[in-house]
């Protein structure tokens, strides 16, 4: 008996049983598709113990000694992608990020452009922050329009890289994400981390509009803290 109290022989008669008129290529087909489903769900099940590792303070080397692969190796493996806590509303922005470089025929996606896609999404709080404090959204598009690049000849098609400051300023989202002590990525993240990644244009633009990091880590912590508390009232 395997520690899951399952054995080949169970799985092979589980898909006879349900494939009785199938053909042995058939069955090789879906046997395949089983395969990769228990392949998935091992690989979801070590990634729930590595979370929880690292939550307890365990390194990369002891994760990866646990697994039987180098620390590199786990590290490449189970690290989290860039986007897996942002909320639906800063996915969004992210995407409209990507078609406002597409729209401007830029090859790269800049800090300007994640902040155009913060504007484009008027229910996330980085849009409620940013306009309260600059009077008008139309005053903000106007400072990120001088600090765009020319446009391009030719609009790209498909994946649009991000420049190294944009990855800097999603990096440091979901730092400031963590120093929150939040356990999601919003646009108010995303806002934050874009004021702290310094060598992007969207950091000066926000500098130019009045914003100061420290001011702004505070408005966002007081705002959430204020939609926590009306949200458990209701």
Do not use: C
Request: aromatic share 4%.
């Amino acid at each position: 008996m395997s520690p899951l109290d399952i054995s080949l022989a169970d799985l092979i008669a589980r898909l006879d049983e349900e494939l009785p008129d199938s053909n042995e290529l058939a069955r090789i087909s879906e046997a395949r598709l089983r395969a990769q489903t228990l392949s998935d769900l091992g690989d979801q099940l070590i990634d729930h113990y590595v979370s929880k590792a690292k939550q307890t303070g365990a390194s990369w080397t002891e994760i990866g000694d646990a697994i039987g692969v180098s620390k590199q190796a786990a590290q490449q493996r189970h690290a989290p992608a860039p986007f897996d806590r942002f909320t639906k509303l800063n996915r969004h922005s992210i995407v409209l990020a990507q078609e406002a470089a597409r729209t401007h025929k830029h090859d790269s996606i800049g800090t300007e452009h994640i902040l155009l896609g913060l504007l484009g999404e008027p229910q996330g709080l980085a849009y409620e922050v940013l306009v309260a404090k600059a009077d008008s959204e139309q005053r903000i598009r106007d400072a990120i329009a001088e600090a765009l690049p020319p446009a391009g000849q030719k609009a790209l098609r498909g994946h649009i890289p991000f420049r190294p400051e944009s990855k800097e300023a999603i990096e440091q989202a979901r730092l400031a994400s963590a120093d929150l002590g939040h356990d999601w990525v919003g646009t108010e993240h995303t806002l934050l981390g874009l004021i702290r990644a310094e060598q992007g244009p969207a950091a000066q633009i926000l500098r130019n509009l009045g914003f100061t990091s420290d001011e702004l880590h505070e408005t966002v912590r007081t705002e959430v803290a204020e939609r926590l508390a009306a949200r458990d009232k209701q």
